[in-house]
């Protein structure tokens, strides 16, 4: 099927960058014509799951939050702050946000064909030969005046061909494929000879080489630092969640930032100079847990559970020693991670056992440094299906600030395609709506 019309812009998908693109012009220009074509069978698929259902639009520190907020304002869609400049709509619901802006395209007179893959695009140039084969095969009246504009040809299968004055590609990255977006934008970018910076997925959870399994589904708050080859490279307090073979949680993906393999065939070793560091005590009062960890060990005394200064064999008195420190770390954290610590702490043979014995002191701060400082070893990152975004896409040096093509006039792209780097709390939609206005807006004034 030919479509027998020359849009104002057609957009390839109905994300929030694709989505905002359509609503910003449309609102400028009302008789606009605007198409958005999408592969899933509703827009927004991806931004239904965002913000763990909550839907985190927006970060009122990202740059672009006044000039979001105003288009959030234009369709009515009320948005709140909390911790950390962190925005989320009133509703609190990723599900009815979508809904709310497929009502407002609809209200807009967006014309929306789902379940539409593209799969190609190609620009037909204003040269006369163009011009006369356009014409030959009737695909519009030809009003095609303006002699430096082009004419895009987009396809979907061979069912499809339509063509527009302006392009959008809002196709997103390659995070989470199932949602829709699976690197096709990149391959039309491509396509078109345009750079695209070779994608990677990014704010992933980490995975571990030791065994954390009697850990998963545990969360726990603390400082999280980022050692390379023994230098801090990245640091940040918050909530690590662990997994069976990972850790997650918002600090682990934006740490997972500044995890880059090596490039080395074993894909293990190519991340061994990492090293994650957990303080679970950063926000500890100190002195309070030394008094708490103190009366502890004096209970454990009373009840004789100490064996003073008795030689006992190596092995019994490395687990007589755990289980201690283990039963002194309940009163500070859930059981389980106080016996992982205590399992996995470093006791440097019989010296431990020598300063529990002589030096209470001592042997409380000694635990304490221990705690301050859990080590995870990095087996590698989860790949696309974890990644929340991507990382690499099309290079923004070949774009103009309104995100439209250096090289190809009425060519523009929005939103995760775009190589822009940004950690969690709302930046990556922060962005998407910020580019999908930024297109809508400059193509509202030039046509
Ligand atoms: C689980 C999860 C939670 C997240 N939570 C947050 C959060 O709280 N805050 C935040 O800022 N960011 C969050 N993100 C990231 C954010 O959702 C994305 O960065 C954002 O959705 C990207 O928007 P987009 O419009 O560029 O692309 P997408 O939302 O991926 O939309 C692109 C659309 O293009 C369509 N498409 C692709 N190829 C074609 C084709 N060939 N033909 C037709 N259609 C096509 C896709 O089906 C898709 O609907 C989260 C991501 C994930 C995975």
């Known amino acids: 099927m030919m479509k027998n019309e020359l849009y104002d812009l057609v957009i390839i998908g109905a994300g929030p960058a694709g989505m905002s693109a359509a609503l910003t012009l449309k609102k400028k220009k009302p008789d606009a014509s605007v198409l958005i074509l999408e592969k899933n069978d509703v827009v927004g698929k991806k931004l239904a799951v965002t913000g763990n259902g909550r839907c985190n639009i927006d970060n009122a520190t990202s740059g672009f939050y006044n000039e979001n907020l105003a288009f959030f304002e234009s369709i009515g869609l009320s948005i709140f702050t909390e911790d950390e400049g962190r925005a989320y709509p009133t509703t609190e619901s990723a599900i009815q946000t979508r809904e709310y802006l497929l009502k407002q395209l609809i209200e807009c007179k967006v014309e929306l064909m789902l379940q539409t893959e593209v799969t190609d695009v190609s620009v037909c140039s204003h040269c006369d030969k163009d011009k006369e084969e356009l014409k030959l095969r009737g695909a519009f009246d030809m009003d095609f005046t303006c002699e430096d504009s ?43 000879c345009h750079k695209v910076n070779p994608p990677y997925p990014s704010l992933t959870p980490v ?6 399994s009697s850990l998963n589904k545990m969360r726990i708050r603390g400082k999280l630092m980022l050692y390379k080859d023994k230098k801090l490279i990245h640091e940040e307090v918050g909530q690590v969640q662990f997994k069976q073979k990972s850790i997650s949680g918002i600090v682990t993906l934006n740490t997972s930032m500044d995890i880059r393999p090596d490039g080395k065939a074993d894909l293990e070793s190519s991340y061994a100079g990492y090293v994650l560091v957990l303080n679970p005590m950063h926000h500890f009062d100190i002195k309070h847990i030394r008094r708490c960890l103190k009366a502890k060990l004096s209970i454990l005394e009373d009840k004789g559970l100490s064996n003073g200064a008795k030689p006992v064999p190596v092995r019994e008195e490395d687990t007589r020693i755990r289980n201690i420190i283990s039963y002194l770390l309940e009163g500070l954290f859930p059981v389980q991670f106080a016996k992982y610590v205590a399992d996995n702490m470093n006791l440097a043979g019989e010296k431990v056992s020598q300063i529990a014995c002589d030096n ?14 859990l080590e995870f070893h990095i087996a590698g990152l989860e790949g696309w299906k974890e990644a929340q975004t991507t990382g690499g896409g099309v290079d923004q040096s070949e774009l103009n600030s309104s995100f439209q093509s250096k090289n190809i006039k ?22 998407c709506w910020h580019s999908g206005i930024k297109v809508g807006t400059a193509i509202g004034e030039l046509i």
């Open 360 to 373: 209470v002191t001592e042997f409380i701060n000694y635990i304490i440094r221990q705690v301050q400082n």
């Open 150 to 192: 082009n004419i895009f040809c987009i396809k979907a299968g061979k069912k499809l061909q339509i063509y527009s004055r302006n392009l959008l590609v809002a196709t997103g990255g390659k995070s989470v494929s199932l949602l829709g977006s699976t690197g096709d934008g990149f391959k039309f970018a491509k396509s078109v």
């Open 207 to 212: 995975k571990i080489v030791d065994d954390i």
């Open 410 to 431: 009425g060519l523009y792209f929005a939103g995760e395609i775009i190589d822009y780097r940004a950690k969690c709390g709302g930046y990556n939609l922060s962005f």
